[in-house]
């Protein structure tokens, strides 16, 4: 069972809200509301989240990021909901190599290769979405993926750990990964 007041004194610059619409966090506007919806923009923050319910045996989650491939039921849903997404994109940039946040969105990470004038990813820019969800379906276009361009992504799994894949491991076909 969630117990909000036990969570928030743990985690309380974390936001949370409950019954919530989705249609806030969909691009199409749509969705009723969520029993709790809990938002989270950095990897540290998720992965406290992901600790916390994992301790607590709470199962009945979904985690989304901009909900930008995402049609919600207007009846809503009967979970918590976890957004991840960071408005303010996280990159950095060392030898020629990109590192990423998940949660930033992955139209940015093309504008900033663009900026730095690395090739690669022009094929990115103007879909929308995090970059977890780029990686999870593979996104492209052009002829060109993710799953193309990218060396390893850090997974986190379900009991909080995290994990490192190489682009192999993670199983990438077209708009299909692992994930």
Not at 35 to 59: A, G, H, K, P, Y
Not at 66 to 95: H, P, T, W
Not at 152 to 167: I, K, Q, Y
Request: aromatic share 10%; hydrophobic share 40%.
């Amino acid at each position: 069972m969630f117990d909000i007041n036990t969570f928030q004194r743990s985690f309380p610059s974390i936001r949370v809200s409950l019954n919530t619409p989705l249609s806030k966090f969909t691009t199409f506007g749509l969705g009723g509301p969520a029993v709790c919806v809990i938002l989270c923009e950095t990897s540290d923050e998720l992965r406290n989240v992901i600790q916390f319910f994992f301790s607590n045996s709470i199962r009945d989650c979904l985690v989304i990021g901009e909900g930008s491939n995402l049609l919600v039921s207007d009846k809503g849903v009967n979970q918590i909901v976890i957004r991840y997404l960071c408005e303010k994109s996280c990159f950095s940039l060392a030898n020629n190599e990109i590192t990423a946040q998940a949660s930033s969105r992955l139209d940015d990470l093309a504008l900033f290769c663009a900026q730095y004038g690395l090739s690669g990813l022009g094929f990115a820019s103007g879909i929308p979405g995090t970059i977890a969800g780029a990686i999870s379906g593979n996104a492209g276009a052009f002829g060109q993926q993710v799953g193309q361009v990218l060396k390893e992504v850090e997974v986190l799994l379900p009991d909080g750990r995290t994990e490192r894949l190489s682009a192999k491991d993670c199983g990438f076909a077209y708009r299909h990964s692992r994930f």
